[in-house]
């Protein structure tokens, strides 16, 4: 059975760091692309990054390719690095998987597997 399973959320201050990551069963990144979503209350989730299957590449969102970095072990885990997190990072994380069928690797849609996500509380 396909599952996805985050971890490293937490509660921190303005400006830390932290470190999420999204661990695969049953799928590795030679077929699949794997990505973060957030989701922030009373908001619709939105694309963070995407490591792209079988070495495609890597992409992040241009609202936080500044300070957050996605990376993966090129096997069945992926990375989201993030510094000097806001307030308005405060969301849940998910992590998402997709077997590559020409749809968009930035869209919600495309993925059909999805991890339980972690929150991230950010204050300020």
């Known amino acids: 059975q396909v599952q996805l399973l985050e971890s490293g959320g937490g509660s921190v201050q303005a400006g830390a760091s932290l470190r999420l990551s999204c661990a695969a069963s049953?799928?590795?990144?030679?077929?699949?692309?794997m990505a973060w979503f957030r989701q922030a209350p009373g908001k619709e989730r939105e694309f963070v990054g995407v490591?792209?299957?079988?070495?495609?590449?890597v992409r992040v969102a241009d609202s936080v390719k500044d300070r957050f970095t996605v990376s993966s072990d090129n096997k069945n885990t992926i990375y989201l690095q993030m510094s000097g997190l806001k307030s308005e990072d405060t969301a849940v994380y998910y992590c998402?998987?997709?077997?590559?069928?020409?749809?968009?690797?930035?869209?919600?849609?495309?993925?059909?597997?999805w991890g339980p996500g972690t929150q991230v509380t950010v204050s300020s």
């Open positions: 998402a998987a997709a077997l590559p069928r020409g749809n968009s690797v930035f869209t919600e849609k495309s993925y059909g597997v």
């Open positions: 049953e799928i590795t990144l030679s077929r699949y692309s």
């Open positions: 490591v792209i299957w079988s070495g495609g590449g």
